[in-house]
């Protein structure tokens, strides 16, 4: 008896220790957080700002902007109580938010002034540590590098003849159908990918496959990490691991193989067409001279006939970007406009502010490329970045928006039969629904 008496007060001991180290534990964690959330004066951190939840933030207030309150409504509620720079907590690290030009030049500009990637914790599980997006210093000077040389130009014109031809086969069953134009597109990149950048044609069933995990896999890189059943992230996680399972064995072949290429992911925007049917003479006089010629392929030098089909480019990217901006991580104290940015906190640099200041684009809610009809100016116009991190995919997007338009423009009229269900923000910004066109032949 006496025995049982002291095993159980050996566990009755044991409970209690281990009760204490736990709340000894969360007491550290809590007093760190709270430190955190009122960090500021002696280290002239920007004194404006909210940090919202504990732990948490103010993520879930951004990550869940839809169309009834978008992210641009976001930014001007925290715009007109803080100014154009101000501190939040998001996606688990304090964060500093910037948007103005000498802001966003700090941001971009100077490679070595202690700035890494900045990646999301989730985004390093999703991707990988070793994606581009994840790399820092020499390791990502030389993959960028690798990756810009074959996606700019002078490589794509390589490209181009496959993929006009791969364009043509697709769009050519739209007369006289209704079509999901954002899955017909996605299907159409799909195909233009796997043909030219693993070099080999894959069934239709596996592409259907990969469409179908690619997007829960991106949905998941700026979700909140928590990996259980039902969530975002873990939605994510087991779409990049069934990725995996599919595309290592097709990788595997073709490191061995010598006509092995770079896979790289581009990107296609939702164009309000309307402002091209009243501007068809364009794309017709295009493809007459060339029906004329007998050379009825897309071409490079096409780009510079589409000047207003490249001007709606422009003006989507600058009203709706697939991105809201870019995020870095302080690697050590920094200062700048008297603010010291203290090591560990992210910086985000957001873009929409700039592409939507009527300073530098009058009457900013209205959708006019004739504002492009000089070059856009570098230091407004950042739908891609800048600096050593400028998106590698610039040139291929512009060449396959533009050269889709063309085709499209140029052999149909379409009417919208969906109705509009708004768009969702984070991780990308992407249509809440189908959007369907009902497309006709042209005469």
């Given at each position: 008896?006496?025995?049982?008496?002291?095993?159980?007060?050996?566990?009755?001991?044991?409970?209690?220790?281990?009760?204490?180290t736990v709340t000894i534990l969360l007491g550290l964690i809590i007093l760190r957080a709270c430190r955190t959330w009122h960090l500021q004066g002696s280290r002239s951190i920007p004194s404006k700002g909210s940090f919202g939840w504990p732990i948490i933030?103010?993520?879930?207030?951004?990550?869940?902007?839809?169309?009834?309150y978008p992210f641009d409504s976001w930014l001007a509620d925290h715009t007109k109580r803080f100014g154009t720079m101000f501190k939040s907590h998001l996606f688990m690290k304090p964060s500093?938010?910037?948007?103005?030009?000498?802001?966003?030049?700090?941001?971009?500009?100077?490679?070595?002034?202690?700035?890494?990637?900045?990646?999301?914790?989730?985004l390093k599980q999703i991707f990988g540590a070793k994606s581009v997006l994840a790399m820092n210093g020499n390791?990502?000077?030389?993959?960028?590098?690798?990756?810009?040389?074959?996606?700019?130009?002078?490589?794509?014109?390589?490209?181009?003849?496959?993929?006009?031809?791969?364009?043509?086969q697709s769009?050519?069953?739209?007369?006289?159908?209704?079509?999901?134009?954002?899955?017909?597109?996605?299907?159409?990149?799909?195909?233009?990918?796997?043909?030219?950048?693993?070099?080999?044609p894959w069934e239709d069933k596996l592409g259907a496959q990969i469409v179908s995990l690619l997007f829960p896999a991106l949905l998941g890189i700026t979700s909140i990490p928590v990996y259980f059943p039902g969530t975002t992230f873990y939605k994510a996680v087991q779409a990049r691991r069934q990725l995996n399972a599919l595309l290592m064995p097709i990788i595997g072949a073709l490191r061995s193989s010598e006509t092995t290429e770079i896979l790289k992911y581009a990107k296609l925007e939702r164009f309000p067409y309307q402002n091209l049917l009243e501007h068809e003479?364009?794309?017709?006089?295009?493809?007459?001279?060339?029906?004329?010629?007998?050379?009825?392929?897309?071409?490079?030098?096409?780009?510079?006939?589409?000047?207003?089909?490249?001007?709606?480019?422009?003006?989507?990217?600058?009203?709706?970007?697939?991105?809201?901006?870019?995020?870095?991580?302080?690697?050590?104290?920094l200062t700048f406009n008297g603010y010291v940015m203290p090591k560990g906190w992210r910086l985000l640099a957001v873009l929409s502010p700039l592409h939507k200041d009527p300073e530098?684009?009058?009457?900013?809610?209205?959708?006019?490329?004739?504002?492009?009809?000089?070059?856009?100016?570098?230091?407004?116009?950042?739908?891609?970045?800048?600096?050593?991190?400028?998106?590698?995919?610039?040139?291929?997007?512009?060449?396959?928006?533009?050269?889709?338009?063309?085709h499209i423009c140029s052999r149909f009229t379409w009417k919208i039969v969906s109705e509009d269900k708004g768009m969702y923000y984070f991780p990308v910004v992407r249509l809440a629904g189908k959007y369907e066109l009902a497309f006709s032949p042209r005469s």
């Open positions: 008896m006496e025995g049982g008496d002291l095993e159980l007060g050996n566990l009755w001991g044991f409970a209690n220790a281990l009760q204490l933030g103010e993520t879930v207030g951004v990550i869940s902007c839809n169309s009834s500093i938010i910037l948007m103005k030009p000498d802001e966003l030049k700090y941001f971009f500009d100077d490679p070595d002034k202690g700035l890494d990637s900045g990646a999301p914790w989730a390791e990502h000077t030389k993959m960028h590098k690798l990756l810009a040389d074959s996606l700019m130009i002078p490589e794509l014109r390589k490209k181009l003849p496959e993929m006009d031809r791969l364009m043509l769009i050519s069953k739209w007369g006289g159908n209704t079509v999901e134009v954002l899955d017909a597109l996605q299907d159409m990149l799909l195909k233009f990918m796997t043909l030219n950048f693993f070099g080999i003479a364009e794309t017709d006089a295009v493809r007459k001279k060339k029906e004329e010629s007998g050379d009825t392929a897309f071409s490079i030098s096409d780009l510079k006939e589409l000047k207003y089909t490249t001007q709606v480019y422009h003006e989507v990217l600058r009203i709706t970007n697939i991105t809201p901006g870019a995020s870095r991580t302080a690697t050590k104290d530098h684009f009058p009457e900013p809610s209205k959708f006019d490329p004739d504002r492009f009809l000089m070059p856009p100016n570098p230091k407004t116009y950042l739908p891609f970045g800048r600096g050593n991190r400028t998106c590698v995919g610039r040139d291929i997007t512009k060449l396959l928006v533009v050269s889709t338009l063309y």
